[in-house]
C-alpha cells in the first residue's frame, strides 16, 4: 500500500513536471520601447500642439509688461541724467522693485505650465498603461515588458519588440476618432517624395 501511494505521489509529481515544461513552451512575452510609443503616438503630438499654443497665450500678457518694463528701463538712464540724483533714486528702486514682481509672476507662469504639463503627460502615460495591459491580455502575452525612460531590459531579440504593432493600434485608434489627421500628413508625405524623385 505504501508503495503504492510512493509510485503514485512520483507519477504526480512527473506529470506536473511535463504541465510546467509545457506552460514554458508557450510563455509568451515581448517588450515595447516607451520613449518611442510616446514620441510617435499621434494623441501625444496632438496634446503637444494645444499645449504649446496654450503656454504661449498665457505668457503673453507678462511677455508684454516685460517688454514695458525693458523701454522703461532703458529710458531711465537718459532721464537720471536730465532729472537729477533724487529722481533717480526714486525711480531705481521703483524698478527694482518691480522688477523682482515680474521676477516672481514669471516664476509662477512657468511653474503653472510645468504643472500642466506634467498632468497631460501622466494623463497619457496612465492610458498607455491601461491600452497596453488591455492589448497583453487581448493578444495573449504573459508579460509585455518596457524600455526607454524606466529601462527593464537588458536585452532582447528583435521579434519580442512590438512597439510598432501597439503604436500602429493606438494611432488608428486616435486617429478615427479625431478625423484621420496622420493619414492626410501621410498622403502628403508621400506625395512630396514622389515630386523629390521626380
Not at 151 to 156: K, N, R, V, Y
Request: glycine share 6%; aromatic share 8%; with cysteine.
Amino acid at each position: 500500500m505504501k508503495k503504492a501511494l510512493l509510485i503514485l505521489g512520483v507519477a504526480i509529481a512527473l506529470i506536473s513536471c511535463d504541465k510546467k515544461e509545457d506552460k514554458n513552451e508557450s510563455f509568451k512575452t515581448a517588450y515595447i520601447d516607451t520613449a518611442k510609443l510616446i514620441q510617435d503616438y499621434a494623441k501625444f503630438k496632438d496634446e503637444d500642439e494645444k499645449f504649446k499654443v496654450k503656454s504661449q497665450e498665457m505668457g503673453r500678457p507678462l511677455e508684454a509688461k516685460l517688454k514695458a518694463f525693458q523701454t522703461e528701463a532703458s529710458g531711465f538712464q537718459r532721464n537720471a541724467q536730465i532729472k537729477g540724483m533724487a529722481w533717480a533714486q526714486q525711480k531705481g528702486a521703483e524698478l527694482q522693485q518691480r522688477e523682482q514682481e515680474l521676477s516672481m509672476e514669471q516664476d509662477a507662469l512657468l511653474r503653472q505650465i510645468q504643472m500642466e504639463s506634467d498632468s497631460i503627460r501622466t494623463s497619457i502615460v496612465k492610458e498607455l498603461k491601461d491600452y497596453i495591459k488591455g492589448y497583453g491580455k487581448k493578444e495573449g502575452y504573459d508579460y509585455i515588458y518596457g524600455t526607454g525612460d524606466a529601462a527593464t531590459i537588458l536585452f532582447a531579440k528583435e521579434p519580442y519588440d512590438i512597439t510598432e504593432k501597439v503604436l500602429k493600434q493606438l494611432n488608428d485608434e486616435f486617429n478615427a476618432k479625431n478625423g484621420g489627421t496622420d493619414k492626410k500628413e501621410e498622403e502628403t508625405d508621400k506625395s512630396d517624395k514622389k515630386e523629390e524623385e521626380k
